[in-house]
């Protein structure tokens, strides 16, 4: 029997800064949900933590300091290499994170 395709796909729930999947680990990157508090929330995807190549940022509408959510999804993932670490900002700000981690 196959696989699923959506099989072994993880929700991280994001309320501070760090690694999504284990350090060391390559990471597919299926998407990001952020519920947004004021109007600088924002999640920043990295491959290889802090510093790291820049997958994905989401931001939420400079605009509206309203609650709001802003969602990406993927059908084909990003590929974080090293892993995938989350810097999220703005206060009351909290994402989910979509991924699978690769074993290698």
Known sequence: MSQARNEGIKSKAITSSGVVTTAGKTG????????TAAADSSILIEDGGTGGTELL????????????????????????????????????????VFYKEIEQ
């Not at 597919?28 to 519920?35: I, N, P, R």
């Open 57 to 96: 940022k989401v931001a939420g509408d400079a605009t509206n300091d309203a609650t709001s959510t802003k969602s990406v999804i993927f059908s084909t993932p990003i590929v974080g290499d090293t892993d995938l670490y989350a810097t999220i900002a703005g206060a009351g700000a909290t994402a989910n």
């Open 28 to 35: 597919l990157l299926y998407g990001v949900c952020l519920y």
